[in-house]
């Protein structure tokens, strides 16, 4: 099959003008100009674009598929606040609402280019959701316990847990991880604790750390809205009295102290009160970063300083974080959003779309380790690749084509997303193995419980 377009983006390259794509048996076996590789395989079917883009798909490092029906339903709310509604709607949620939930994001996330997902879940929801969609995902199981009695039995419950995900997972493209609960959700032992089971299965860890003001008065000073006043057995269930102390350092060595990094695979999600020291320490730990900068936003979280995560030479990747924060698992807003914010936070460090572009593939795929496989568009590489409509573009793509990328496309102009050689989605019409119209009536029918 050979996919041709006005552009071809190879990320790890200069754009192709009308250039196009070998693919055969999942991969990508050829890219070049579209007139020599129509000339070179003569007997492959070709399908055009047109005035379009071709390239990797998005890897979404960081979101929460399952919060999806939660869309609008805790709007407008900052972060402490907002937190406390997720948690308070989640409580109503049962097993089957949680994978409704996770479908409907997930058809989302592939009608918005999105190929690749990186997603902490408790239910296991985004795992069956993803494997049955055709999305290529790390799933991190999340593990808690507030009380030191039972950091035990969180570890040996999340070990269970991880080898049926990991048989569910076979044949998918799929996999396993492991994911500490939030810095105000646990005991601190369970940071060098998922490390060790991370070490012994061979998992790669995901850790939110550092993410808003009032986890970093938390840990630095044991005050704010996480504080023992607001652990009481209602709101958090049973917990050890008192559960915390002021630890007078930054969240980032404050779980640094604890293990937290000590195995090979690590991802911070959502760093942003973070100084020079901790960054120092990241790079020693080489761990990577997940920045989501629309929920920061929206939440009234901060921004991360993306610049010095960048000068600093740490492996970055784009997440659009929870639906229940930005309403919508889009990939395009989040790239548009972060150039913005950055460019106005670092005059001296001026962002580019290339940049961002590459945060979203490339840097994604790095982030997750997973660079030899997807990302890019490279010959042997899996053929996870999306197109993208410039024809509407309110630029001219003819000067600056990832420019009009990043700053005028949205998801209503992804023509196609294709993941592993196999089309699942292609403009308003998806092709995967799950009751599109079913999912979408039940999650309705959620929300409509959630509002009474």
Not at 340 to 350: C, G, K, Q, S, V
Not at 385 to 409: F, G, K, W
Not at 422 to 435: A, F, G, M, R, T
């Amino acid at each position: 099959m050979l996919l041709s377009a006005k552009y071809v983006f190879p990320i790890i390259g200069e754009p192709i003008a009308g250039g196009a794509v070998l693919v055969q048996d999942g991969r990508i076996a050829d890219i070049g100009d579209m007139n020599a590789l129509i000339h070179r395989y003569p007997e492959e079917e070709v399908t055009d674009f047109g005035m379009a883009a071709l390239m990797p798909g998005f890897v979404d490092v960081h979101t929460r598929l399952e919060k999806s029906v939660l869309r609008g339903l805790v709007a407008d709310q900052p972060y402490a606040k907002w937190i406390l509604s997720v948690i308070e709607k989640s409580a109503r949620l049962e097993l089957a609402d949680w994978y409704d939930s996770a479908v409907v994001g997930g058809l989302d996330a592939l009608a918005g280019g999105i190929t690749t997902i990186g997603d902490i879940t408790s239910t296991g929801a985004a795992l069956k959701a993803t494997a049955a969609l055709g999305l290529r995902s790390v799933i991190y199981r999340e593990v808690g316990a507030m009380d030191k009695m039972r950091v035990d039995y969180a570890i040996h419950s999340a070990r269970k847990d991880i080898e049926r995900w990991r048989q569910m997972a076979e044949g998918t493209r799929s996999s396993v991880g492991v994911a500490p609960a939030a810095v105000y959700a646990i005991h601190p032992g369970i940071f060098g604790r998922v490390a060790e089971l991370a070490t012994e299965e061979s998992l790669p860890v995901a850790i939110r750390l550092a993410s808003s003001l009032e986890e970093y008065n938390f840990v630095m000073y044991g005050s704010s809205m996480f504080a023992v006043d607001n652990m009481d057995v209602e709101t958090r269930g049973y917990v050890e009295i008192p559960p915390w102390l002021p630890f007078g350092v930054t969240p980032v060595r404050y779980a640094l102290n604890w293990g937290a990094f000590d195995t090979d695979n690590v991802m911070v999600v959502n760093p942003v009160y973070v100084d020079e020291d901790d960054i120092k320490k990241m790079v020693e730990k080489n761990v990577s970063i997940a920045t989501c900068p629309r929920a920061n936003a929206q939440l009234g979280m901060g921004v991360a300083p993306l610049s010095e995560f960048m000068q600093a030479g740490l492996r970055i990747g784009l997440g659009t974080d929870s639906p229940a924060a930005t309403e919508s698992t889009d990939m395009l807003s989040e790239m548009r959003t972060g150039l913005l914010l950055h460019r106005a936070r670092d005059t001296r460090r001026f962002l580019d779309a290339a940049t961002l572009l590459e945060l979203a593939t490339i840097g994604g795929a790095r982030a997750l380790k997973m660079e030899d496989e997807i990302g890019s568009l490279e010959i042997g590489k899996q053929a996870d690749i999306i197109a993208i409509d410039l024809s509407s573009s309110h630029q001219s793509p003819e000067v600056n084509p990832m420019s009009a990328v990043v700053n005028t496309c949205s998801v209503s102009d992804i023509l196609m997303t294709m993941v592993g050689g196999q089309v699942l989605y292609e403009k308003d019409h998806w092709h995967v193995d799950v009751e599109v119209a079913r999912s979408i009536a039940r999650v309705i029918e959620i929300r409509t419980k959630l509002r009474s």
